[in-house]
């Protein structure tokens, strides 16, 4: 059996007009009835533990609705700390966005060190919309950024626009332009699209419609 770690967000604010942040709940849901469905076991971590906050809930959303009305849900909402996880346990690890991360992912040095050990052991590390904002400065045990001469994807500019997410007000910067200057290959397609890229043992996914896609290609690499 095959097991994935997701680390999600405990920022439930973002920018400078507070607005509601979290996990967007689509790109935790669609991912673990993925991964579960192909009889993976899914453990969720965030960086306060407890229960992390969630936008975008659509009972419409088929995944969504099974997903928040079973186990996988009560169990998200009793996360656990990151620093009382033990990685090693973990096949990969899962990085689901929303604006929460843009906040809280960005620099923290334990998620730092989580992904840098799992990358070097050749694990694997999924990311999805928001979610990459985690791969950011990310220093190697040979000293480079882990972007480095990566492919990577994420939510875009035009996304953002679409979204009215203003700079500031509601995002603190803009995460393709960031990873680009961390010297990732970035590579997008029409906005929320499906768009997902692998680079040896990262997947990155653009947008919410990218989520399943992002869990699908994690797992041809576990295999």
Known sequence: ???ILFIVTSTNVTGTGKHAAGYEFSEVADPYMEFTSKGYTVDFASILGGTPPFVGY????EFSKTFKEGNGFKRLNFSHKLIDVDINAYDAIFFPGGLGPMTDMVSNPLVKETIKKVYESGRVIGAVCHGPVALLNVTLSNGKNLLEGKHINSFTKAEEDIDKHTLEDVIPFMLDAEL???????SNTTPFD?????????VTGQNPASASGVANAMMDIIK
């Open 1 to 3: 059996m095959k097991h």
């Open 58 to 61: 659509d009972e419409t959303q």
């Open 180 to 186: 680009t200057k961390q010297g990732a290959l970035f």
């Open 194 to 202: 499906s768009y997902v890229i692998t680079d040896g043992n990262i």
